[in-house]
C-alpha cells in the first residue's frame, strides 16, 4: 500500500485548561476524499488547521506526504485551504487574487503565472470573470474564485472548511456536484470539515465521526450509517430511536432484547456476536424509516424474523415528501415513524396500528 497523503499520530491539542483533541490517530489514503464531520466544538477545525499548520499539536505528530510537518509554517508546506468566508481579497480582481499565492512562491514568469491562472479558472468553469472585483461576484461565484486560488499552486491535498455553508440550499446543491468533479478531475487528496451529514455522505470515500476531541468512528458513509459503531455515532448520524435494552439471547446473527417491561425484539447483533452475553445492557438503533405501520397482520410472511407489535398513533407531522409518526408502545415506550408517500396518507393521530420492524432493520450497539 502507498504512503498516506497525510497521517494523524497520537495527536492531542490543548488551549490552556481546554483540552481541543485528545489522542487522535488518522491515516487518510492518497487521493481520497476525506471528511471531518461532527457537532460544534467537537475538534474537527482544529485538526484541520493543524493540517494546515495555523496550530501546532501539543503532543503527537501530524505527517504529510511522508515528512514530520507538525512544526512546518503553512506556507512550507503542500497544501492549499479554502476558509468558510472565502477570505479574498476585496481590492484585487479575480486574476490578482488567484495569482496572490504563485507570486510569493517560486519565481514564475508574468507568462507562466497567467497560464496557471487561466487553468484554474476554465477548471471552475469562470474564465470570463477575471477582471471582475469579488463585490461583483454572486456568493457561489466567490466560492468558485476561492477555490481556484487554492489548486492554482496545484498542492498534494486540499483543506476545506465549512466551504459550502454561506451559499443558498440550490447553490449548495450545484457546488457539491462541482466539487465531486474537481475530486475526479484533479485527483488529488481532498480534506473537509462539516457538519452537514449529507454533504459529508454525497462526496467522501470515508468519515470520521468526531465527538469531544476524539474520533469516533472512521468508515465508509454507508457503514457509518447502516454500522454505527457507538451510541454518539447511531445518535448523531441520520433520524433514529436509541432505545436502552437487555439480551435475553443470540441466535446466529440476531439477538433478542427486551425494551422495557413487555417488549421483546429480535435485533441484529454487532459484528461479533460473541461480545454480547444474556443480561447485558446494550443500545438499540431503530432508524425511523425501517419502522411501518400495518392494519392487516395477515401481510406477514416466512423468512427472516419480523417483529410485529401494537402502537398507539400519537401524532402525525406531514413534512412534504414524509409524514412523521410519533408512537406509543405498551404505554411507555416512545418511538418515531417516518413514512413517505401514499403509504402515510392511511394512518392518523388516536389510531391503534401494528408495527412491522424486519430484525435486521434493528441493531444492537455495544
Not at 184 to 205: N, P, Y
Request: net charge neutral; aromatic share 8%.
Amino acid at each position: 500500500m502507498s504512503q498516506p497523503a497525510v497521517e494523524i499520530q497520537n495527536v492531542s491539542k490543548s488551549f490552556g485548561d481546554t483540552q481541543a483533541l485528545q489522542n487522535i490517530n488518522l491515516q487518510i489514503h492518497d487521493g481520497e476524499f476525506f471528511s471531518l464531520l461532527g457537532p460544534s466544538g467537537c475538534g474537527k477545525t482544529t485538526l484541520l488547521r493543524m493540517i494546515a499548520g495555523f496550530e501546532f499539536p501539543t503532543s503527537g505528530a501530524v505527517i504529510i506526504s511522508g515528512q514530520d510537518m507538525s512544526r512546518v509554517p503553512p506556507h512550507k508546506r503542500p497544501v492549499n485551504m479554502v476558509f468558510q468566508s472565502y477570505a479574498l481579497f476585496p481590492h484585487l480582481s479575480v486574476f490578482d487574487n488567484i495569482a496572490f499565492g504563485l507570486k510569493l512562491g517560486k519565481k514564475l514568469s508574468k507568462q507562466e503565472v497567467e497560464a496557471q491562472v487561466r487553468w484554474s479558472l476554465d477548471l471552475v468553469q469562470l474564465p470570463h470573470i477575471a477582471a471582475r472585483f469579488p463585490r461583483e461576484l454572486s456568493g457561489g461565484q466567490q466560492q468558485r474564485v476561492a477555490f481556484a486560488r487554492a489548486i492554482v499552486n496545484k498542492p498534494s491535498v486540499l483543506l476545506l472548511d465549512e466551504p459550502l455553508s454561506a451559499l443558498d440550499p440550490k447553490i449548495r446543491q450545484e457546488m457539491q456536484a462541482e466539487l465531486a468533479r474537481f475530486k475526479k478531475e484533479l485527483r488529488i487528496t481532498f480534506i473537509m470539515v462539516t457538519h452537514d451529514q449529507a454533504e459529508a455522505f454525497g462526496l467522501s470515500d470515508r468519515i470520521a465521526v468526531m465527538s469531544a476531541g476524539h474520533v469516533e468512528q472512521v468508515d465508509s458513509p454507508e457503514n457509518i450509517f447502516a454500522r454505527p459503531a457507538t451510541p454518539f455515532v447511531a445518535d448523531f448520524i441520520g433520524q433514529g430511536n436509541l432505545l436502552t435494552a437487555e439480551i435475553l439471547e443470540q441466535k446466529g446473527e440476531f439477538c433478542q432484547v427486551m425494551v422495557g417491561p413487555n417488549l421483546k425484539l429480535w435485533a441484529a447483533c454487532p459484528n461479533g456476536a460473541s461480545q454480547v452475553a444474556a443480561g447485558q445492557k446494550v443500545t438499540l438503533l431503530i432508524r425511523n424509516a425501517a419502522l411501518s405501520l400495518t392494519e392487516d397482520l395477515g401481510t406477514i410472511n416466512g423468512g427472516e424474523p419480523v417483529n410485529v407489535f401494537p402502537v398507539e398513533i400519537i401524532y402525525k407531522s406531514f413534512q412534504g415528501e414524509t409524514s412523521d409518526f410519533q408512537l406509543k408502545a405498551f404505554g411507555e415506550i416512545n418511538l418515531t415513524a417516518s413514512l413517505s408517500g401514499e403509504e402515510s396518507y392511511k394512518h392518523a393521530a388516536g389510531q391503534s396500528r401494528h408495527v412491522m420492524l424486519p430484525a435486521r432493520s434493528a441493531q444492537v450497539i455495544l
